[in-house]
């Protein structure tokens, strides 16, 4: 089984980006999808951003435009890159994998089964 393991985040003003990292080991990352998540406190968990195992991208609404996610299977990481950021984007954001091969389209938590522990973004001036 895969184990994710997320990196990037911090603090970053509004109006900036940052590019958080998905790293895996004891898989070849290259079979999974590979979904972002984010938990805001007192709220739950929401997809952001999907990559299918063939390479094809899905972003939610709330994030189309400003985000983008990419993957580089000879590092075994993934990546979302994100801009004009907003203090509604302070999250705990996650890394999680589906099924390897299996078909994703815009990320539902249900069909991710392989979590990372998850890296804080703050959005503040």
């Known amino acids: 089984q895969v184990q994710l393991v997320e990196s990037g985040g911090g603090l970053v003003q509004p109006g900036g980006s940052l590019r958080l990292s998905c790293t895996a080991s004891g898989s070849a990352l290259a079979e999974y999808p590979i979904g972002w998540f984010r938990q805001a406190p007192g709220k739950e968990r929401e997809g952001v951003a999907a990559?299918?195992?063939?390479?094809?991208?899905y972003y939610v609404e709330s994030v189309k435009g400003r985000a983008t996610m990419s993957r580089d299977n000879a590092k075994n990481t993934v990546y979302l890159e994100m801009t004009s950021l907003k203090p509604d984007d302070t999250a705990v954001y996650y890394c999680?994998?589906?099924?390897?091969?299996?078909?994703?389209?815009?990320?539902?938590?249900?069909?991710?089964?392989?979590w990372g522990q998850g890296t804080q973004v703050t959005v503040s001036s």
């Open positions: 990559v299918s195992s063939d390479g094809m991208t």
């Open positions: 999680a994998a589906a099924a390897p091969r299996a078909r994703v389209g815009l990320p539902r938590v249900k069909g991710y089964r392989s």
